[in-house]
């Protein structure tokens, strides 16, 4: 994923409003493309410390 951010790749900040996440504002949606596919990769905020951020992986699927 930081790969793919580097070279310029896009994340989807959307605001959470799902029951089970009461604890995050947000999560972020990834995009990849791998090979002949693209994966959706959904992740929330642990960290958003500039110099060492932390996400959490929490859904990972085929687009």
Same mark, same amino acid.
């Given at each position: 994923m930081l790969e793919y @951010? *580097?070279?310029g790749g896009e994340v989807d900040q959307v605001r959470e409003t799902r029951e089970e996440w009461p604890d995050f504002k947000f999560h972020? $949606?990834?995009r990849v493309?791998? *090979?002949s596919r693209r994966l959706y990769i959904e992740t929330v905020l642990l960290s958003d410390d500039p110099h060492d951020p932390e996400v959490q992986v929490v859904n @990972?699927? $085929?687009v």
């Open positions: @951010v *580097e070279n972020y $949606d990834f493309p791998l *090979e @990972v699927h $085929d």
